[in-house]
């Protein structure tokens, strides 16, 4: 069964179109995803909270292995139903360049949303959008921190 919060290509643009004839606000972020934790859901909410719909963007398995080294640990088709399992992620899309630009350019968003790693300058796609938002990053948590944790407790232990 078709997940129908899973857009691509053409399907993504053309929902935005409807939903912003229904005036609706829409909010794009994306990235990797590769690990959930708890800092991608307060910032998820805080991203949702900009808007009526929240579209996010998934870096696909090959996108993901360019910005980062033995990534990804889960594959893009289960960090996609992960993201469209929760509440607050009204759409997913994957996007296969090495950035969102294009994805962007598509759906037009009225907000554009990225972690506080993020400086508002650096974030792309921000030439295409009047609000972008750089939100707090919460200190402590990353996909990153929780792999060396596994590799330090459990693989010298083996």
Excluded at 77 to 102: C, G, K, N
Excluded at 127 to 153: A, H, N
Aim: net charge negative; hydrophobic share 40%; charged share 25%.
């Amino acid at each position: 069964m078709k997940n129908r919060k899973v857009l691509q290509g053409g399907e993504v643009g053309k929902e935005m179109e409807r939903l912003r004839s229904e005036g609706k606000r829409i909010v794009f972020t994306n990235g990797c995803f590769d690990l959930i934790h708890a800092g991608h859901i307060q910032y998820l909410g805080e991203a949702k909270a900009l808007g009526d719909v929240l579209v996010v963007g998934v870096n696909s398995d090959a996108s993901v292995g360019i910005l980062k080294t033995k990534r990804p640990i889960i594959p893009q088709d289960q960090r996609v139903e992960v993201l469209s399992a929760l509440e607050m992620v009204s759409y997913v899309t994957i996007f296969v360049e090495d950035t969102p630009y294009e994805v962007i350019k598509l759906i037009m968003p009225d907000v554009l949303v990225k972690g506080g790693d993020w400086e508002i300058e650096d974030i792309v796609g921000a030439d295409l959008v009047r609000e972008v938002y750089s939100l707090p990053y919460r200190q402590g948590i990353s996909s990153t921190g929780i792999i060396e944790r596994i590799i330090e407790r459990f693989c010298h232990s083996l």
